[in-house]
T-cell receptor
């Protein structure tokens, strides 16, 4: 139980294009999903908290117009990196938290490379 | 900033030995802690959790100890195996924004390497 998937697992795109990453909770309903970014050999950096049916809450320093988050259902949240640049290249990981629970379960991550 | 940190960034052990990974936290109001294991190129995997009303919890080959007096958390892995090699993160759940259920703050992580 508590499986979270992400798609795609890897993506390479050209500078200036937009990339959408999907995060799905496969066997539970997630009222809250989180988006993290991780640099090599570093810890996870929370980018935003996404609640189903409402606007995402972004962490300080994270541009909401750059990283668009949509959480339209209890099993799906999407992160769109708009007008991607090479500095956006990173490992993006989502997590999901079930209704009334504190534990976050993580997806396998998406490796983004912007050329 | 983050309120959770780790004492040792790397730990090397021999297969079969026990491993102990330590973590310090600074928010005395935190009431829920989780250990995650992250293998290279993958997302963090839940290992074990503990609430602040407990000081010890055991799982399969793993034990988490919580010392609230000194704000210290540890993960013990018994009979460490090569497959245990990974980065281990402690995470602290803190309701610092008054939001329901709070958010996680992650430590730096400890790289565990198990030698055959």
């Amino acid at each position: 139980g508590a499986v979270v998937s992400q798609h795609p697992s890897r993506v390479i795109c050209k500078s200036g294009t937009s990339v959408k990453i999907e995060c799905r909770s496969l066997d539970f309903q997630a009222t809250t999903m989180f988006w993290y970014r991780q640099f090599p050999k570093k810890s996870l950096m929370l980018m935003a908290t996404s609640n189903e049916g409402s606007k995402a809450t972004y962490e300080q320093g994270v541009e909401k117009d750059k990283f668009l988050i949509n959480h339209a259902s209890l099993t799906l949240s999407t992160l769109t990196v708009t007008s991607a640049h090479p500095e956006d290249s990173s490992f993006y990981i989502c997590s999901a938290r079930a209704v009334g629970q504190e534990t976050q379960y993580f997806g396998p991550g998406t490796r983004l490379l912007v050329l | 900033g983050e309120s959770v940190g780790l004492h040792l960034p790397t730990l090397s052990v021999q297969e079969g030995d026990n491993s102990i990974i330590n973590c310090a936290y600074s928010n005395s109001a935190s009431d829920y802690f989780i250990w995650y294991k992250q293998e290279s190129g993958k997302g963090p995997q839940f290992i074990i959790d503990i609430r602040s009303n407990m000081d010890k919890r055991q799982g399969q080959r793993v034990t988490v100890l919580l010392n609230k007096t000194v704000k210290h958390l540890s993960l013990q892995i018994a009979a460490t195996q090569p497959g245990d090699s990974a980065v281990y993160f402690c995470a602290e759940n803190s309701d610092d924004r008054g939001s329901t259920l709070g958010r996680l703050y992650f430590g730096r992580g400890t790289q565990l390497t198990v030698w055959p």
